[in-house]
T-cell receptor
Framework: GEDVEQSLFLSVREGDSSVINCTYT??????LYWYKQEPGAGLQLLTY?????DMKQDQRLTVLLNKKDKHLSLRIADTQTGDSAIYFC???????????FGSGTKLNVKP | EAQVTQNPRYLITVTGKKLTVTCSQN?????MSWYRQDPGLGLRQIYY???????DKGDVPEGYKVSRKEKRNFPLILESPSPNQTSLYFC???????????FGSGTRLTVV
């Protein structure tokens, strides 16, 4: 199966930008996803990007995709304390059944 | 409200005592999946289903069974639970669109 890797922790100050990075190995991915998990909750879809796009912006969120390097990033502008959570990137490996998740990046936002 | 409902939210059981975690979705989704989440390992897929009566193994299927007799339900069965199955379990469903899986709230299982 695919390997999806993320760094485990990121700490930022409120109001700064956060950048969470992810690398993946399978070039057949059709879509790549970012999910957010708050304590005690399930995963909530934040955004996704089609594999032939380089960038997608959705309000405070910007997704950048470098297909050549198989690198995906999520930028959160003006990070708030409510953004503190674990963020997972995921790849669909080109089919509807198989989703591969990274191990998650825990974002801590300091006031 | 569109949702995936899992029950129970919390479960403590003893080794070897069969249990079932239920999952139901109200979005008429074809695809359903079970994941387990363990610290430092992210989410790993246990089983998935492409439609009624069509299921297949994910990456960590050992010790689990599933069934898909109706489109909306996808129960996870542990015939003889062991302590290494202590984990946080998520059920998820998706349709054929680009917007990925919708997740349930999770079931925290402890096997003693």
């Amino acid at each position: 199966g695919e390997d999806v890797e993320q760094s485990l922790f990121l700490s930022v100050r409120e109001g700064d930008s956060s950048v969470i990075n992810c690398t993946y190995t399978d070039s057949s991915s059709t879509y790549l996803y970012w999910y957010k998990q708050e304590p005690g909750a399930g995963l909530q879809l934040l955004t996704y990007i089609f594999s032939n796009m380089d960038m997608k912006q959705d309000q405070r969120l910007t997704v950048l995709l470098n297909k050549k390097d198989k690198h995906l990033s999520l930028r959160i502008a003006d990070t708030q304390t409510g953004d503190s959570a674990i963020y997972f990137c995921a790849s669909d490996e080109g089919n509807f059944n198989k989703f591969y998740f990274g191990s998650g990046t825990k974002l801590n936002v300091k006031p | 409200e569109a949702q995936v409902t899992q029950n129970p939210r919390y479960l403590i059981t003893v080794t070897g005592k069969k249990l079932t975690v239920t999952c139901s979705q109200n979005m008429n989704h074809e695809y359903m999946s079970w994941y387990r989440q363990d610290p430092g390992l992210g989410l790993r897929q246990i089983y998935y289903s492409m439609n009624v009566e069509v299921t297949d193994k994910g990456d960590v299927p050992e010790g689990y069974k599933v069934s898909r007799k109706e489109k909306r339900n996808f129960p996870l069965i542990l015939e003889s639970p062991s302590p290494n199955q202590t984990s946080l379990y998520f059920c998820a469903s998706r349709g054929r669109g680009a917007d990925g899986y919708t997740f349930g709230s999770g079931t925290r299982l402890t096997v003693v």
